[in-house]
């Protein structure tokens, strides 16, 4: 633990009275924590991912190696970005620099990014603009309780309510096995509420010349807007639930988007899908939230439709079991089909 033993302890304090950092050697807190932190894996609740860095002035974050910002390391996320990047161990404050109170990012790649690369650099751009940086110093992080303050009595209950089966809060979403990690990552930043959305920016003072939706222009932009009640959302969603043959009511809120799965609540694989796809679904409309920004294009519903119905195809298909591999027409005609078992139909209808 050495000279780091401090920062281990989350500097910041908070260590609540049944974990105090003044009676207990380091060691043993330490060797607690980690007795600790494997129940948590072992309820579900993925404890090595539980602890981020907190960013403060951004100079003692790796920004491609540690993760800061979302659930994952970014150089895992932006993968073809990481391959470019001069300095592998640049830090947050060598990448983001804040100009009149916004924050702009700093690249410096190998070579020029091209292709597939100029995706993941508009998506990181997106990410990094709501990151504000501080005169603070760096610190840690705990996840999994929304004060990031990280005491024992969190995680007991976090574990208590893992086994009663209960999710501890919005941020223990898991990953989902049929979708990329970027896929992943975009809903978790969705149902924390850590995307750039118009409003959030303006509230944080950067000067944008419309606060309304891009994809409908008719309604203040914010996340709910954006995935649950934008017209032009719902026209999407609509297709997709006739496409996977679900109530048009079973999708009112946020919730329902990213972590509810009434549909199947019986059938593990069922539930896996449909969530994925729903996820897909928020992905896909975001790319076009930004292509419309970006580019001023834009595409019909049911264009956009194909693209989450091709698209969540070759991800799923590629991330399923050999043994029962999606095929395209059945997907595309039929998807819930893949979550009826042998002996019980779900969900369906
Ligand atoms: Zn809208």
Not at 299 to 304: G, H, Q, R, V
């Amino acid at each position: 633990m050495g000279k780091n033993y401090h920062e281990y302890l989350w500097v910041g304090g908070g260590l609540d009275t049944n974990f105090s950092c003044m009676n207990i050697p380091g060691r043993t807190i330490w060797k607690e924590i980690i007795k600790a932190g494997k129940m948590a894996d072992d309820t579900g609740a993925s404890f090595s991912s539980s602890f981020s860095k907190k960013l403060g002035n951004g100079n003692t974050i790796l920004f491609w190696d540690e993760i800061w910002c979302g659930s994952e390391r970014l150089g895992d996320t932006f993968h073809r970005l990481y391959m470019l990047e001069s300095n592998k161990d640049a830090t947050v404050a060598d990448r983001i620099i804040n100009v009149n109170s916004t924050s702009t990012s700093n690249w410096c790649w190998v070579r020029p990014p091209r292709g597939r690369a100029l995706n993941e650099i508009l998506e990181l751009n997106n990410l990094i603009s709501s990151v504000t940086l501080t005169d603070q110093s760096d610190s840690w992080k705990f996840n999994l309780d929304s004060t990031g303050i990280y005491t024992t009595k969190t995680l007991s209950q976090i574990i208590n309510n893992l086994k009663l089966g209960i999710h501890a809060s919005a941020i223990l979403i898991q990953r989902n096995k049929f979708t990329p990690q970027k896929v992943n990552f975009f809903a978790w930043r969705v149902i924390q509420r850590k995307i750039p959305i118009r409003v959030e920016l303006d509230k944080r003072g950067i000067d944008l010349d419309t606060i309304l939706c891009p994809l409908c222009d008719t309604d203040t932009e914010t996340i709910d807007h954006t995935f649950v009640t934008c017209p032009k959302t719902s026209q999407i969603r609509e297709l997709i639930l006739t496409w996977w043959s679900q109530a048009i009511t079973s999708i009112t809120n946020l919730g329902d988007v990213i972590i509810n799965n009434q549909s199947f609540t019986s059938n593990n694989i069922g539930s896996s899908l449909w969530q994925a796809t729903k996820w897909i679904v928020c992905y896909i409309i975001w790319k076009h939230r930004n292509l419309k920004v970006l580019l001023k294009k834009e595409w019909s519903p049911a264009t956009i439709v194909s693209e989450i119905q091709t698209q969540s195809y070759s991800w799923i298909s590629k991330r399923s079991k050999k043994k029962k591999p999606i095929e395209w027409q059945q997907w595309l005609i039929n998807p819930s089909s893949y979550v009826v078992t042998s002996s019980h139909r779900v969900g369906v209808g």
